[in-house]
């Protein structure tokens, strides 16, 4: 059966954007398939973290994903580090990866800034790891928001290249198997994994800022809705969001030029398991003093009881991290298989 893996970076403040793209899609794909879920906390040190807060953060993320219904028991949840075939398959990609690959991503030239020269290796590195999280299972389906998808179109290039440099290798080992590539059928090791990025909210943007990303990193709280923001404070930050003057409109295509609106009516959508299309035949016309408030109170009502769960399973810690532990154990016997394959196949002794 196709495997489900997906993953979210310790480094606080994990947000409405991450929830409504990632983990809230996350668990609607658990009835059908096979899933992996990743604290990435290899991702999270390309940039600098207190390591007292990087604890804690991958305590609260844990908690936020069996907050928001993750199953530890029928899936796996685990931290990254704690199974160290990532680090190790990484390796052997940044041998496979191409370094015009790497300059290519828009994220590192977004992290790196101006002062590129300061930035960590292990931020240019940063897609290696990825496809290296994702291939050590060979999982094929990755549930993301749209700014993780030029980095899983890498790891495709990534499984397409070993493959290929390798194909002679595969074949004689007897490891091949068939990998669809595009309308092809070839023999391969890795599989091609597919991005999912659907729904309404693959991209919430700041709450102050229509043509920004709501994101960890934002100065301003102000512009993004916390996992573990009380009732009042989503509230007050919603009726604070940035606007037009005009009322909703009432058609999809109303919405274009006009991307607050935009942004408010696909988060409504999100949370309350509908269209755009449907929230604005309920919605348009309104002005936003009124559709505010509905939201405000939608979002209190989705988000309330995740906060309130969070907080409950954050006071045992010594629970998580013996859910993590386990995790690390199921994921590990998969990615051991995988591992010693793969150096069979590169020809790094290991009888
Ligand atoms: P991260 O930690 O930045 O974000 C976690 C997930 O949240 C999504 N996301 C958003 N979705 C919609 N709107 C937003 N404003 C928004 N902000 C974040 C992200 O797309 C992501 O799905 N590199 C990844 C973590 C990772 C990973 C992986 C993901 C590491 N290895 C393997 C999948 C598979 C990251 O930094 O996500």
Redesign the pocket.
Known sequence: PPLV?????P?GNL?L??Y???IRRWVALQEANRCLF?V?DL?AITVWQEPDSLERSIREVAAAFIASGIDTTAHVLFNQSRVPEHAELAWIFNCVARLGWMERMTQFKEKAGRDRERASLGLFA?PS??AA??LAYRATM???????KQ??ELTRDIAAKFNHDYSLRVAALGLGRPIAMGEEVVQGYFPLAEPLIEGP?????SLKDGAK????SDPSDLSRINLTDDPETIARKIRKAKTDPDALPTEIDGLKGRPEADNLVGIFAALADRSKAEVLAEYGGRPFSEFKPALADLAVEKLGPIAGEMRRIMADPAEIDRTLRDGAERAREIASATLSDVKRIVGLLNN
């Open positions: 893996f997906s993953g979210v970076q480094t947000h954007g991450n409504l793209g990632a990743c990435v991702h940063y790891l990825m999280d994702i990755v549930p993301v928001g749209e700014d993780q980095h899983i909210a693959t991209r919430v943007m990303k709501m994101s960890k």
